[in-house]
């Protein structure tokens, strides 16, 4: 029999098509009066649409929005709220964009309402991460938790297939290290298998016809679990290499996920047995690493680190950073043994 506890973070969530519509009555649950609308270079059409429906509750659109989180970025946009008189924040796009609302958060304390365009999850969890003279700082903090989540389908249409695809195996990632985490559950396990199960349904459907909007919506719907289990319980090996990969190479987030997860399965399979039979029937296998890379195939996402840019002479320096610190994970964490995963991640050969 196993022994858990069971805790459960509030947050509120809307889900449906054209949801959107709802942002005042979810502002003004939350008593925000003025709100800037966090959003990336990229999207700033995405913002503009977002304060045309706030009308005169928009304090301003801060467009600055990218990868990792640099510190001066956070610093210059928290400036900024200040500036406008803002009481809270709408952050409308994916990781980078909520990941810089919860900068902005952690310091000034400001509330956040998310409006998530992508499926990484971060808008249902306290975590947050800020880069610092090329080092990922990452942490646990209530305060950084969005209060409102409006997940509107529509929102995703615009994403582009490569992304969505990479996307949804940077959520599959939260589900699977979740079926091993030490803190996790039942309740946990659960929404971590239907999570799988609906994205690994729905992107392949996305990749056909980017234009689907049910394959869309029972993709955020995998999204939405993938993201509750990543924000309750602890992430292991998977994750530290990605954020070590990302902050210190500058290499982008959702295809490092992409790429790396079926090396951190691989590792960690002969010690998380129950775990790798919950992924494989959810992606309807006999075998989660083998299937996993598959559906990988199918979808056309990077296969190795090369692809993305990462040097092969980073790899000694990104295992020291890997096993610096301790960390939960259900095999022990061995320099040599992270150097060689490392080593096959980058030439994309199999795993194992």
Not at 105 to 111: F, G, I, K, V
Not at 265 to 292: C, E, K, Q
Request: glycine fraction near 10%.
């Amino acid at each position: 029999m196993r022994s858990f506890m069971h805790e459960t973070r509030p947050a509120r969530v809307v889900f449906g098509k054209g949801s959107r519509q709802f942002l005042s009555r979810e502002l003004d649950l939350l008593g925000i009066r003025r709100a800037v609308v966090i959003t990336t270079p990229e999207q700033i059409g995405l913002g503009q649409q977002i304060a045309d429906i706030l009308q005169g509750r928009c304090a301003g659109v801060l467009n600055k929005a990218v990868m990792h989180v640099p510190i001066d970025v956070a610093r210059a946009t928290i400036e900024r709220a200040r500036q406008l008189g803002a009481d809270g924040c709408v952050a409308a796009g994916g990781g980078s964009t909520i990941g810089l609302a919860k900068a902005i958060a952690l310091e000034s304390n400001l509330l956040i309402l998310a409006l998530p365009t992508t499926y990484a999850g971060s808008e249902m969890t306290p975590l947050y991460g800020i880069t610092d003279d090329g080092e990922k700082r990452t942490g646990r903090d209530s305060r950084v938790m969005p209060r409102s989540v409006i997940y509107d389908p529509e929102l995703t249409l615009s994403l582009p297939v490569q992304l969505s695809m990479t996307s949804g195996m940077n959520a599959i990632a939260h589900a699977a290290e979740a079926l091993y985490a030490a803190d996790g559950s039942p309740i946990y396990d659960l929404m971590a298998e239907e999570g799988i199960r609906a994205l690994a349904a729905a992107l392949p459907r996305l990749h056909e016809v980017p234009g689907d909007h049910d394959a869309r919506s029972d993709a955020l719907y995998g999204a939405w679990l993938c993201g509750t289990v990543l924000g309750n319980v602890q992430m292991g090996l998977h994750h530290k290499l990605c954020h070590t990969l990302g902050g210190s190479f500058n290499l982008p987030h959702a295809e490092v996920h992409a790429v790396v997860l079926p090396y951190a399965l691989a590792y960690n399979a002969s010690s998380a047995p129950h775990a790798m039979t919950r992924i494989a029937r959810a992606l309807h296998g006999d075998d989660a690493v083998r299937v996993l890379r598959a559906l990988g195939r199918t979808l056309g996402t990077p296969r190795s680190l090369r692809e993305l840019g990462m040097p092969h002479d980073g790899l000694d320096r990104a295992a020291d950073l890997i096993v610096e610190k301790a960390y939960p994970n259900p095999r022990p964490i061995a320099r040599i043994a992270i150097r060689e995963l490392l080593e096959q991640a980058y030439t994309g050969a199999e795993p194992g």
